[in-house]
């Protein structure tokens, strides 16, 4: 078995972080631009926080925007609830999260989303129309809901 050299493997490391960072600023940017104050980025903090380049976990905040009901309700994305070390019951919030200090009314609706080496900045663009559809549908029917309770 071959293995790379340390320098080519370097090469090869720092290419792709950069990307990644690049690809996931992006998508943090967007996400930001797309739901305002709804949005919180969970593990940044002061704005800057040594996290891996290739992934966002994400809070949309709201009443009835459960992480899994979120994913069930978009059509192209592919990701994770909670953070990487959650298992088990995805109806909880993370125990990880809420060991970072995040609400459990915001940990609960975390996304795990993960960049790709492939990943591009179209796929970005997909995902957040997609995610922003997702919400708007939720909304509407949590809306109706409160409405027809009262």
């Known amino acids: 078995m071959l293995f790379p050299s340390s320098a080519s493997y370097n090469f090869y490391y720092s290419h792709n972080t950069k990307a990644h960072f690049q690809v996931r600023d992006y998508l943090e940017t967007q996400l930001k631009e797309n739901f305002g104050d709804q949005v919180h980025f969970n593990g940044k903090f002061c704005g800057k926080s040594e996290r891996i380049p290739n992934t966002c976990n994400v809070s949309i905040k709201g009443k009835g925007l459960e992480g899994r009901r979120v994913l069930a ?6 990701a994770s609830v909670g953070a990487a070390c959650h298992s088990g019951n995805v109806s909880c919030a993370s ?7 995040i609400p459990h009314h915001i940990a609960i609706n975390a996304l795990r989303l993960s960049i790709g080496r492939e990943t591009t900045i179209n796929d970005v663009d997909v ?5 922003k559809q997702a919400i708007d549908l939720l909304q509407h029917e949590n809306g109706e809901l409160e409405y027809n309770l009262h």
């Open 95 to 101: 125990p990880i999260l809420l060991a970072i200090g």
């Open 127 to 131: 995902v957040v129309r997609d995610l």
């Open 73 to 78: 309700a978009t059509k192209h994305l592919n």
